[in-house]
């Protein structure tokens, strides 16, 4: 008896000494880039454009980018994995069909991003002629992010109760009037929280981006709005150099006189909007919840 407490005391000890040292790593790595960039961080270098040779430059261009490429990104995966989880899990069948479907799934959220970004290279910019443009890198980070975004919405939907199915079908109701109106209005705060997260994981992204959005931000007019002129922020056939690309491309090439600062100050703001998306899935999860179960 005394020597199988003191196994499990040291089982337990180590497992707290392993989560103890996964936290002082995560700490340690947040607070050098918090530390180093913070001090770069002014109202100039967010809306700034970047500068090559000189001082003083920016990242407000790439910022905007990361942004504009992210919601178009969404916009397009967002429908195709709600409709695609749907399906596998409130109408497929449990046969060879799904099981296929989800291998592939599996196996296309297992892929390297540098892989998408050469597929969507060959695809999308040579294959189709979208060149290195927004619309290349959103169809890329689209093919990156559904599979995940898919079994997310998926987990959401195993979460709510059976009972909830068998209810509305009792009452009357069809599949689709019960998964309408019951079913995913209850996953409502896990399917938000799986989106944010996801969100976080797509604007962090730089590999896929490289060979698709391409790495040059050219300068724009924020006073043309108009998606059809080249100078315009919402033109989706133009380049764009994202935040997490532009970080890549100042330490590879390092042409600018204050690249380390430039590239500390970057990577703090690539941090900061990171860590937003994380707690934003959190705090609204939780509002959520609590306001779809109260009522």
């Keep these: 008896m005394h020597k199988a407490k003191l196994q499990n005391k040291i089982a337990i000890g180590s497992l707290y000494g392993i989560s103890g040292l996964v936290v002082l790593i995560l700490v340690a790595l947040l607070g050098y880039i918090l530390v180093s960039g913070l001090p770069q ?12 040779f000189l001082k003083g430059g920016g990242v407000g261009v790439q910022l905007f980018n990361s942004f504009y490429l992210l919601i178009l990104a969404m916009l397009i995966s967002f429908p ?24 592939a799934i599996e196996i296309l959220s297992s892929l390297p991003s540098v892989v998408v970004g050469l597929f969507g290279f060959l695809f999308f910019v040579v294959k189709l002629r979208l060149g290195f443009s927004i619309l290349s890198g959103a169809f890329a980070l689209t093919f990156f992010n559904l599979p ?4 997310s919405i998926e987990d959401s939907l195993r979460t709510v109760s059976e009972n909830q199915r068998e209810g509305g079908l009792a009452l009357g109701l069809s599949r689709w009037e019960t998964v309408n109106k019951i ?5 409502v705060p896990s399917i938000l929280t799986g989106v944010i ?8 992204e730089a590999a896929a981006l490289i060979y698709t959005a391409g790495q040059s931000a050219p300068a724009l007019n924020f006073a043309d709005w108009n998606p059809f002129n080249i100078s315009s922020p919402l033109n989706p056939m133009r380049p764009a150099e994202t935040l997490a690309v532009h970080i890549w491309k100042i330490n590879s090439e390092g042409i600018m006189p204050d690249a380390k600062a430039i590239s500390s100050g970057s990577s703090a703001v690539l941090v900061i909007a990171i860590l937003l998306f994380n707690f934003a899935a959190r705090y609204l999860g939780k509002r959520l919840y609590k306001r779809l179960t109260s009522a």
């Design 183 to 187: 079913i995913l209005p209850a996953a």
């Design 80 to 103: 195709i994995a709600l409709g695609a989880a749907i399906y596998l899990y409130e109408y497929a069948k449990d046969n060879w069909m799904t099981s296929a479907v989800r291998t």
């Design 197 to 204: 997260l996801s969100a976080g994981r797509v604007f962090g």
């Design 148 to 151: 995940l975004l898919t079994r």
């Design 41 to 52: 961080l002014s109202w100039h270098f967010l809306t700034a454009p970047a500068k090559a």
